[in-house]
């Protein structure tokens, strides 16, 4: 059974704060995706990462960096917190059949 | 890039009634089209999925038909019920190591 965690379910910021965001998938996938999920705007990508130490920008990636140091895991870092990345980021990974897993997802709320 | 546009964005049935969403594509070159399904505080789940190479696929209560001409596919959910009340997601992908692009979802209510 794939499990996709993340490690955390909610988090709250300061402005300016760093932040990490950790994805973490125990079935050996080589990709990894983020998400950010805002109401009416859908899954929208920040990044993916295709292999260790390999990642892609996706959609939307101002604000953010990933860093993919071990296949298993795969983190967010977003920089400088700002109060329009509140929202709710989800992590999942991809098997070689195409289907994605998504881990629980975290709400970040960013004040 | 790949542009899908996914409609209603909401829709409400009543129970036993069917419901039906709608996506379309832009690039010829997907080929994996996968319908996820989030409910109320859950993580996304994929729920039935098609490739290019077929027409429709069904699973129970739920089928999915492709139309590559056209490029557009839909989520077919019969005899709707309460528990089918989520966010459904459409997302199309050339595979491999493509990145998927998904709709904005649809929100279905099923009315006891």
């Known amino acids: 059974d794939v499990k996709v965690t993340q490690s955390s379910r909610y988090l709250v910021k300061r402005t300016g704060e760093k932040v990490f965001l950790e994805c973490v998938q125990d079935m050996d996938h080589e990709n990894m995706f983020w998400y950010r999920q805002d109401p009416g705007l859908g899954l929208r990508l920040i990044y993916f990462?295709?292999?260790?130490?390999?990642?892609e920008k996706g959609d939307i990636p101002e604000g953010y960096s990933v860093s993919r140091e071990k296949k298993e895991r795969f983190s967010l870092i977003l920089e400088s917190a700002s109060t329009n990345q509140t929202s709710m980021y989800l992590c999942?990974?991809?098997?070689?059949?195409?289907?994605?897993?998504f881990g629980p997802g975290t709400r970040l709320t960013v004040l | 890039g790949e542009n899908v546009e996914q409609h209603p964005s909401t829709l409400s049935v009543q129970e036993g009634d069917s419901a039906v969403i709608k996506c379309t594509y832009s690039?010829?070159?997907?080929?994996?089209f996968p319908w996820y399904k989030q409910e109320l505080g859950k993580r996304p789940q994929l729920i039935i999925d098609?490739?290019?190479?077929?027409g429709e696929k069904k699973d129970q209560r739920i089928a999915v038909t492709l139309n590559k001409t056209a490029k557009h596919f839909s989520l077919h959910i019969t005899e709707t019920q309460p528990e089918d009340s989520a966010v459904y997601f459409c997302?199309?992908?050339?595979?491999?190591?493509?990145?998927?692009?998904f709709g904005r979802g649809t929100s279905l209510i099923v009315h006891p």
């Open positions: 690039d010829s070159a997907s080929n994996y």
């Open positions: 990462s295709y292999d260790v130490k390999m990642k």
């Open positions: 999942a990974s991809r098997t070689v059949t195409d289907t994605q897993y």
């Open positions: 997302a199309a992908s050339a595979g491999g190591s493509y990145i998927p692009t």
């Open positions: 098609i490739r290019s190479n077929v």
